[in-house]
């Protein structure tokens, strides 16, 4: 293998592939695919649905997606838990013997809420990397609830679950975007004067929307996560928390 793709695929709706990025799908010899375990091989369906709606006839290659070990420390275990992903890509491209470009689609976007970028640079020998946008989740999530993402000259922080609840609200900022969250880490903060918009599925018949006053909608929130992970076996969620006036 000498040329990597990663291919944004935006939030699972075929709708979100660019122009650049269907072409790209019908150029690769070969698609990674990967097999998260039990109860989320509808992940791997949203995949495949893709491939097809573009006119991909291209190998497909699945893979064992990985666990984290949570024995580790946070870093130590994200490090080690990129390497494995890296191995296991280099094992089904080695066993397939593929000649020509290989492709991936990465959720949400290559730029955000992922690591693929920094997962490809660990293979060896290094892949010439081509990057081709889709639509960001934080897009996604903006355009559901038609909302600008930002207030006037305000500036935006993305973040993730895990610094909110170890940090709190982002000094200098209007707004944040929170992704990467299983524990909806809002509810740790005052809410007395935020208002969040937020979204799971989005863009897919399963799209579910809930906004308003945080404090009047976290409970809500919550509940509808709990169920909605229940009912599917994975979930992926983005919310977008904004400070408003008190009156």
């Known amino acids: 293998m000498t040329d990597l793709w990663l291919i944004g695929i935006g939030t699972g709706s075929p709708g979100h592939i660019t122009l650049e990025g269907q072409a790209a799908l019908r150029d690769a010899a070969a698609i990674l695919v990967p097999h998260k375990g039990a109860g989320k091989e509808e992940l791997a369906d949203l995949r495949h649905a893709i491939l097809a709606a573009s006119g991909s006839t291209a190998v497909v290659l699945p893979f064992d997606y990985p666990v984290r ?3 580790l420390p946070y870093l130590e275990r994200v490090e080690a838990w990129h390497d494995e992903i890296a191995r296991r890509w280099q094992d089904a491209l080695t066993k397939a013997g593929v000649t ?14 992922d690591s693929t970028i920094r997962i490809a640079r660990r293979l060896s020998p290094a892949p010439q990397l081509r990057v081709v946008p889709g639509i960001t989740a934080i897009q996604a999530l903006t355009a559901a609830h038609a909302i600008p993402l930002n207030t006037v000259n305000g500036p935006v922080t993305i973040t993730t679950g895990r610094r909110l609840r170890d940090e709190g609200w982002p000094e200098g900022s209007d707004t944040i975007v929170v ?5 909806t880490s809002f509810t740790g903060l005052d809410l007395t004067h935020l208002h969040i918009w937020w979204g799971a599925y989005l863009g897919s018949p399963d799209q579910i929307l809930v906004q308003g006053p945080a404090r009047d909608v976290a409970q809500e929130i919550i509940d ?6 229940e009912r599917h076996g994975w979930i992926m969620d983005t919310y977008l928390l904004q400070r408003i006036e008190a009156g």
Do not use: H, K, Q
């Open 100 to 113: 020509g470009p290989v492709a991936l689609l990465v959720w949400g976007d290559p730029s955000l809420y």
């Open 69 to 71: 070990d949570p024995a």
């Open 179 to 183: 992704m990467l969250d299983g524990e």
């Open 224 to 229: 509808t996560r709990a169920a909605a992970r």
